[in-house]
């Protein structure tokens, strides 16, 4: 059974995802087959949860997100360990085994998991791929796209949906469940966008500027009127150094600016952070939660629990 499908976000949401795309009208088919196959008499989701393979989501907020539009229905399974930096992921064998038993895999897309073409073609066989971030517009700036449309908390009202029709899809006897889950954790999205702003408010304007180690916060900066004024690390990744020249620009650009604070993911290596805050007499802030959750006894268990923390950290620092 052919089961492979992408959310687009555009017209038509689903496209197959065999090398190359198909076209929306061999997508429908596709969907009915899906659904077809999912829907098993009066079992409901567990019924096509055990006869299909589990739900995965690639990392761990993502998952957070769908378990909550999924709520009892469906236990949605991680992909990544807790902490693992998504930009320099390697799976591991026993990654290809999961994503090879997953029915349907839920990424961020736009470019995070640059690992997934090698992942998937490792794995075989095919499964419904759902694109979180599909239809939300990447950012415009020099460079690569930047991915990290989650930290912005509006953004994720997209995901939400993006999710919701997949399950749905994957699961119809869930539809409505899916659809009450899906609107309350809305309302809790946009309960957490309405404090964010708040607590930004509370930063003098002139103070409300961002150095982080690479570029990530570029959204939230954007919905809550912070200025990005410098990464460590050029660009949206983890991967590459910057040089000399890039290093002695930020320092000037931190001086001119006045940033108070460097901004650190938890796991970030903070060398290149002290140097800069020699210079500059900028203090650094580590641990911040960009890329995963903490551990479930830690200090942002979930996705809405990461984004208090940041805000928190950022608020703290720069008031
Ligand atoms: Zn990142």
Redesign the pocket.
């Known amino acids: 059974m052919t089961r492979s499908l992408v959310a687009t976000g555009k017209a038509g949401w689903l496209r197959i995802r065999r090398g190359a795309a198909m076209d929306v009208a061999v997508c429908l088919v596709m969907c009915c087959i899906v659904t077809g196959c999912a829907g098993s008499g009066e079992g409901g989701a567990s019924d096509a949860e055990m006869e299909t393979g589990p739900v995965l989501a690639a990392e761990s907020f993502l998952a957070d997100i769908a378990q909550n539009v999924a709520g009892n229905r469906l236990t949605i399974q991680t992909l990544l360990p807790l902490g693992a930096d998504?930009?320099g992921f390697e799976p591991t064998p026993g990654d290809v085994r999961k994503v090879a038993e997953a029915a349907v895999l839920i990424v961020n897309g736009a470019g995070f998991e640059a690992y997934l073409d090698d992942l998937l073609a490792g794995a075989g066989g095919d499964r419904m791929l759902v694109e979180a971030s599909a239809g939300l517009k990447p950012r415009s700036g020099p460079g690569e796209r930047d991915p990290?449309f989650w930290l912005d908390p509006v953004n994720v009202k997209t995901y939400v949906e993006n999710i919701r029709r997949a399950l749905a899809t994957f699961d119809p006897e869930g539809a409505d469940e899916y659809a009450s889950n899906a609107a309350t954790y809305t309302l809790e999205l946009d309960q957490l966008d309405a404090w964010v702003k708040g607590q930004i408010q509370t930063i003098v304007p002139e103070r409300r500027l961002l150095i982080t180690n690479?570029d990530?916060f570029s959204y939230y900066a954007d919905r809550y009127g912070l200025r990005v004024v410098g990464t460590v690390l050029p660009g949206?990744?983890?991967g590459v150094a910057p040089s000399a020249q890039q290093m002695t620009r930020l320092i000037t650009d931190i001086k001119e600016a006045g940033a108070p604070a460097i901004f650190l993911e938890s796991g970030a290596n903070s060398q290149l952070a002290q140097q800069i805050a020699r210079d500059t007499g900028a203090i650094i802030v580590t641990g911040l939660y960009?890329?995963s959750t903490s551990d479930p006894d830690g200090r942002a268990p979930t996705y809405l629990d990461m984004i208090r923390y940041n805000t928190i950290a950022i608020v703290g620092a720069l008031r």
Do not use: V
């Open positions: 998504p930009h990290h690479h990530s949206a990744s983890t960009t890329h």
